[in-house]
């Protein structure tokens, strides 16, 4: 039986816990709805991105550059996973890096050679455990506070360079899809070869200044850096709406620790109370 | 005037949508003005000057930083880098752009890297220029 002062201090101790998560809770909410309205703000462009490319890629006659097309080989695949910074923020991280494991275990059980590539800390954390010898790469956002559209695009221009450079033949875009505070959809994407939505719409009559060629040459990156940007976005919001209902579930269960432990110690010192009056009662009544 | 449907949107956000009468559009090739039932055509901008006639004599100039402009029988959608309305651009940042083409054509190795960089100064000179900066 625990004492009153044990009692005392485990109450004391959850309600700073409580404290804690509360507040993370709210500044989870906050940042959510800056997440949120950036992700909204950046559809617009990768929505016309989209139609744009399915417009000059459905003009396209024959294969095209390699970024549309691929190398022709799909013998080493290369995994782009999006992860969040920081825990705390439910089953958020794990959710991603459970998708992308099994994306590797089936492509190792046909025979394929992975790369992983890790954007955020916490799923390099879990991966590395596993997969420590595949992953080439670790890239840090920790330093960035609001995104923008730069940070995407350096990773898209890494990921570039790798496949220039014959790294890899195709790959694949692991990130959150964010459906609501409650919801997030852990979502793979392929990045190269192109996957144009919608598939190929009716070639219209264009004409392409520069050339058509040229053209396809600066929108696929271009695309590239869309899509990494609007996974990165979509990230953010998922990650904050993840934590804000995991802290939520904290804070709430915190309270009810607090209720049960106070019961317990009221239990507990009603119990004392009435030991000590016993024990002056027998010690008056054996006078 | 007839009107066509315009959008102007960047990686951040959408910056323009609606109906209006005319766009300058600075194509890499050169500058070109787009009116209701403009020709289908897809091309590549360079850091200029959109100049926007919404109707009668409203309009808007907007700098871009290149990008793609994109004309079908629905309008014109212009895909900017990065866009900033004229009056809210400072000469600073005109400055640092310059500043950036210099290191950038100082730091290319290739023949071609130094064309690009090159050419990309002198069109943010020619902005300059342009704006009286």
Redesign the interface.
Known sequence: MASLKDLRTRISSVKATQKITKAMQMVAAAKLRRAQS?AE??R??SE??G??LA??AGGMKGGGPALLAGNGKDQVHLLVVCTAERGLCGAFNSSIVRLARERINALQAQGKTVKILCVGKKGWDQLRRQYSSQIIDLIDLRAVRQL??TD?DIIAKKIIALFEAGEFDVATLFFSRFRSVIAQIPTAQQLIPAQIEGGAATA???????GED??LA??LP?NI??QV?RALLENAASEQGARMSSMDNATRNAGEMIKKQTIVYNRTRQAQITKELIEIISGAEAL | MAAFHF?L??????LFTGNVEAVGVP???GDFTVMKDH??????MRPGIVDVNESGSKSLRLFVRGG?A?V??KGL?I?AE?AIPLDQLKAEDVAKEIKNAEEDLADASTEDARAKAQERLDQMRELRAALGV
Do not use: W
């Not at chain 1, 219209?204 to 520069?210: G, Q």
């Not at chain 2, 949107?9 to 959408?14: A, G, H, I, M, N």
């Open positions: 950036a703000a950046a617009p462009y016309r991105m139609a744009v417009n000059v923008a559209f995407a219209s009559a264009y004409e392409y200044e520069p040229e053209i600066t929108l271009r850096s869309v940007f | 959008e949107v960047s990686p951040e956000k959408l194509g890499s090739d020709a289908p055509v897809m091309t590549t793609f994109d079908s029988s959608t895909l990065q």
